[in-house]
């Protein structure tokens, strides 16, 4: 892609560029059908509503008279559509890195599009194409504000209180976002001050990220219907047919105080460097793997000494029981094994963090995660031999809820005291066994 305001690019070492090189061609060959897939997507999702309109045609007259505003939703749908293909040619504008192929150009829109499935595109392809458009409403519109205070805040909170403002140069604190998607989280945390860079593999995230931006220039703009593919669970005609604008905040317009990029590529085969990053932010990342301990490895490699790794999300492992892929599923406890293992200190550990994914807010099904939330440190020797940053209180197989912070602030207050005043604790110990010795034999029966 080329150079803009917040550039996104490839990120290039001397090997990677090699590798570059020789995959250009299968790169060409993806990025083409990404493209495709969007412009495709108007006659495809036509397919699904001519099913609905065909069989409301061959039904009874009595049974079309009551279904008479249905059919008029139905037209509805169909605007939507049309109208969400029309914000595609938008976000394709003056960005179609390979002309499509063995298709003519549409004059009254002014870009290409397909009246049949183009070569080598998959109904999943399509799906990725349609999900891009919730997804958009989630980073970039006010609907997406609450799934945005559910999964970002907690990630940007304790980076903050962990790099604080006061104490440290913002701009020098180095932020690795892998698995970026449409840069929201990169953007918020690059706003604050801090040197940030986003990680994204998928071509339907960099194309539509791209868009938001370096190509929208205000506020609000354009407006899509991203629930009008959801035929089932709508209260209300109005719920599938939902208008969203966005951008909610216009990154041209606002640009960040610290610096903001986005690199495209794998994040195991782009991200090699030792001791390159202050923190690393992972959001409903860490299950995109197939094999969850190299993203730790390269997480804890890639982190300075002192350096922090914050996540937030489920264990849905992307990879479990698809067809030719290998994966593993390691549980929560399994993964705190495996991140001691490697080397990380564990800070802070929660369950239980309520998260909602692109969901339709009027829907009649909403899902939610039970997302697990950590904070994890790269341990610096240098400093914990001065003594300026203690080990983790929370061992590796404690699961903390909400709701027993005050038992964990307890506990800790308790160890805090026994290292202060280790011959009252040792003497209050003794008190406490002589009394429930005591105890046990008066239970004792005579």
């Not at 026994?418 to 004792?444: C, I, R, V, W, Y």
Request: proline residues 6%.
């Amino acid at each position: 892609m080329d150079c803009a305001a917040f550039p996104m690019h490839p990120k290039m070492d001397e090997q990677l560029a090699r590798t570059f090189a020789a995959n250009e061609e299968e790169e060409e060959r993806h990025i083409q059908k990404v493209q495709n897939a969007f412009l495709y997507y108007g006659p495809y999702a036509c397919q699904r509503l001519k099913r609905s309109v065909d069989y409301l045609n061959s039904l009874s007259a009595e049974d079309q008279i009551m279904l008479a505003k249905y059919r008029g939703h139905l037209e509805c749908v169909r605007t939507c559509i049309d109208r969400n293909q029309a914000v595609i040619r938008e976000i394709l504008r003056e960005r179609v890195l390979y002309p499509p192929e063995e298709t003519g150009e549409n004059p009254s829109a002014g870009r290409w599009e397909f009246d049949e499935p183009p070569p080598n595109v998959r109904h999943g392809d399509m799906d990725q194409a349609q999900s891009t458009l919730k997804l958009i409403a989630r980073d970039w519109s006010t609907d997406g504000a609450l799934e945005r205070e559910q999964s970002y805040k907690p990630i940007i909170d304790s980076i903050v209180e962990y790099y604080k403002p006061g104490d440290y140069e913002l701009k020098e604190i180095k932020i690795l976002v892998p698995g970026a998607g449409l840069g929201r989280l990169t953007y918020e945390l690059a706003c604050l001050g801090y040197s940030c860079e986003g990680n994204e593999f998928s071509y339907f995230m960099l194309i539509a990220s791209n868009f938001v931006l370096n190509l929208c220039d205000y506020e609000n703009k354009y407006v899509l219907y991203p629930w009008v593919h959801q035929y089932v669970n709508n209260l209300r005609r109005e719920d599938q047919v939902t208008a969203v604008r966005f951008p909610d905040v216009c990154p041209l317009k606002n640009p960040p105080k610290g610096h903001f990029e986005i690199a495209a590529g794998d994040f195991l085969e782009v991200y090699k460097t030792p001791n390159a990053y202050n923190c690393v932010a992972t959001c409903f990342f860490i299950d995109c793997a197939n094999n969850v301990i190299d993203f730790i490895r390269t997480i804890y490699k890639i982190l300075v000494p002192g350096g922090i790794w914050v996540n937030l999300g489920p264990l849905l492992y992307h990879y479990s029981d698809v067809s030719g892929q290998n994966s593993i599923e390691p549980t929560f406890e399994d993964l705190c094994i495996i991140m001691e293992s490697v080397g990380f200190v564990i800070e802070k550990s929660r369950t239980g963090i309520r998260t909602k994914y692109a969901q339709n807010p009027s829907s009649m099904k909403q899902s939610e995660y039970q997302s697990l939330f950590w904070v994890c440190r790269k341990p610096d020797p240098f400093e914990e031999q001065r003594g300026k940053r203690k080990a983790s209180r929370e061992p590796h197989d404690l699961i903390v809820r909400e709701d027993s912070e005050e038992e964990v602030e307890q506990q800790q207050q308790q160890q805090e005291r026994a290292e202060k005043h280790p011959e009252q604790e040792q003497q209050q110990l003794k008190l406490q066994a002589t009394s429930n010795d005591e105890t046990e034999m008066e239970a004792q029966p005579t």
